[in-house]
């Protein structure tokens, strides 16, 4: 592991971090709802993206260093299990127990299925 992919990976995770702040009080401004649509959201498209880079990466040797840029250090910053974790026991705790069994199952069903989506897609190209 070199010193300029060590960086590469911080600074791709910086940019993730801060897309996801972006996207996330884009989809606040626009969706008026007491659900955690915008963390849904970036997770399952996060998901879905990762799967694309792991099947370019297996299937057509995008090479390993841009694998974990992107992988690691950009979809790592964009997507947040913690944040997902901390709402749905928000949920719980605010005895919206539909809302956080839709919100963390779903979002793990819907994640699952969005990288097997990205998987496929992926070997494609």
Not at 49 to 59: C, D, E
Not at 83 to 100: D, F, G
């Amino acid at each position: 592991m070199t010193t300029i992919l060590v960086l590469a990976v911080a600074v791709a995770g910086g940019l993730g971090a801060v897309t996801r702040l972006v996207f996330d009080g884009f989809l606040r401004s626009r969706i008026a709802i007491a659900f955690p649509i915008g963390t849904t959201i970036i997770n399952v498209t996060g998901s879905f993206l990762l799967g694309v880079v792991t099947s370019l990466a297996l299937a057509h040797g995008l090479p390993p260093e841009w694998r974990v840029v992107l992988g690691t250090g950009f979809l790592g910053g964009y997507t947040t299990f913690s944040t997902a974790s901390y709402e749905t026991v928000r949920l719980a705790q605010q005895r919206r127990y539909r809302a956080a069994v839709v919100n963390g199952f779903g979002m793990l069903v819907l994640a699952l299925l969005a990288a097997g989506l990205g998987l496929w897609l992926g070997a494609l190209f």
